[in-house]
């Protein structure tokens, strides 16, 4: 029997699920991003987690992994971030930047209040942080959000 190719989409629960055998991991906030999630050589994707994401700190093996976390633009999606950070300190975040921001700004939407996380997160980096800042303070609007599944398909081809 032929091999039928590559797989696409598996749901593995995180007792069993063992390195693939790749040097990079996505991470997406949203099922529908990591779903649409273009191929990317030598990679896995990981989605629909949100808070969850603290299910994948018993995955030894990721600690060893490149990994790259695209979460929504708005308080939640850095909360997660950093949370995510606590486990695997060597995750970078992907479109979750100013420009992102601002070239999407009119398709954002408003974070509900009582829904806003305005804590402090310790594991966002340098360059992260003004941006959550921003947010918190509403300096581009109030209570902004931009969603990842907003984030045009061209704008993350151009940036993977």
């Known amino acids: 029997m032929d091999h039928p190719g590559p797989v696409t989409d598996i749901t593995v629960p995180v ?3 063992i390195d693939p055998g790749i040097g990079k991991v996505f991470i997406t906030e949203n ?7 273009p191929p990317v050589p030598d990679a896995i994707v990981i989605f629909g987690l949100g808070y969850g994401i603290q299910s994948l700190s018993s995955i030894g093996w ?3 992994k490149e990994m790259i976390y695209w979460g929504d633009i708005d308080t939640h999606g850095f909360a997660i971030l950093s949370r995510l950070r606590q486990y695997f300190p060597q995750v970078r975040s992907l479109l979750m930047d100013q420009a992102t921001l601002q070239a999407h700004l009119a398709l954002c939407t408003e974070e509900m209040d009582s829904k806003r996380f305005t804590g402090e997160l310790p594991g966002l980096t340098p360059d992260e942080l003004p941006l959550f800042a921003a947010l918190k303070d509403n300096t581009f609007g109030k209570n902004l959000r931009l969603e990842q599944e907003r ?3 061209g704008w993350l081809l151009d940036t993977l």
């Open 62 to 64: 990721l600690k060893e």
């Open 151 to 153: 984030v045009g398909y």
């Open 31 to 37: 099922k529908v991003n990591g779903l649409a999630f």
């Open 15 to 17: 007792s069993q699920f």
